[in-house]
């Protein structure tokens, strides 16, 4: 690409046989996870970083926004966020949810995934347990590949365990999946204090999410090599667009 001379609202790349549209999908790969005023801010630093220099603005200049001067994530934990991300992506498109938009696991908080659902499977019985094996997938991974698993998929309202136990709760008590008393609407707040006085629940949710995580680890034991390409071009890349994942995806794809 030919790097203008005059303008700081054109995106310059050392390296030309990139094209503009290529280079914008990797800005926006690293960029998962902002709020529209952290990209406002890093444009604006970028555009006075390169009025300085009396020169347009490079990929460098936003990319080194995005990641705003930390250092790498150190070499295990960035291979265990490589494994677990690599996880969800291989199961969430081997079950056919929907497109793996892109995968981030620089983000300075951990991994992160984009990714859309078909809207013609859902609500069914079939897609809430084919959304509770993608959720416990990173889990699953980390398992299969470490032998161990951290608390990077605990730990927080919005964490895999905690939106996976809330949708198996929700298959019991609220969805018409329940194996005791299907047809009552029983919606709360709060699962852990319903847990609490209801241990019977909470052994059946439980085992909704064995039955998920098992799941996931045979489906990635199935596409090994597919899930050890993708976690390895994770740990290199750091952050992957969706040109680039479905290439690894769909070369491990299996008959039907």
């Keep these: 690409m030919t790097e203008p001379q005059n303008s700081d609202t054109a995106v310059a790349t050392a390296q030309p046989d990139h094209s503009v549209d290529e280079i914008l999908r990797r800005l926006a790969t690293r960029a998962m996870g902002l ?3 952290d990209i406002e801010r890093v ?5 006075l970083k390169a009025r300085r220099g009396k020169r347009a603005i490079r990929y460098e200049d936003i990319e080194d926004g995005i990641r705003g001067n930390r250092p790498p994530a150190p070499y295990n934990l960035r291979w265990r966020f490589a494994f677990h991300e690599a996880g969800h992506a291989v199961v969430h498109h081997a079950l056919d949810l929907g497109p793996v938009r892109g995968l981030n696991i620089d983000t300075g908080q951990g991994g992160y995934n984009l990714v859309g659902f078909h809207v013609w499977a859902t609500d069914t019985r079939d897609w809430y347990e084919n959304m509770l094996t993608m959720l416990m997938a990173g889990r699953a991974a980390e398992q299969l590949m470490l032998k161990r698993v951290s608390s990077g998929s ?6 895999d365990l905690a939106r996976a136990t809330r949708l198996a709760f929700d298959m019991e008590r609220t969805l018409g999946f329940g194996s005791e008393h299907p047809l009552l609407y029983r919606p709360h707040r709060d699962p852990g204090a319903v ?4 241990p019977e629940l909470a052994v059946r949710v439980h085992a909704r999410l064995e039955v998920a995580i098992d799941r996931a680890a045979a489906i990635l034991r199935r596409r090994r090599p597919t899930f050890n390409a993708l976690a390895k071009a994770l740990f290199d890349a750091q952050a992957m667009d969706e ?3 479905l290439q690894i995806l769909t070369d491990g794809d299996l008959p039907p």
């Design 243 to 245: 040109t680039a994942l």
């Design 35 to 37: 709020t529209g005023a």
């Design 195 to 198: 847990f609490d006085r209801d």
């Design 154 to 159: 605990a730990g927080a309202d919005d964490s």
């Design 43 to 47: 444009v604006r630093e970028a555009r």
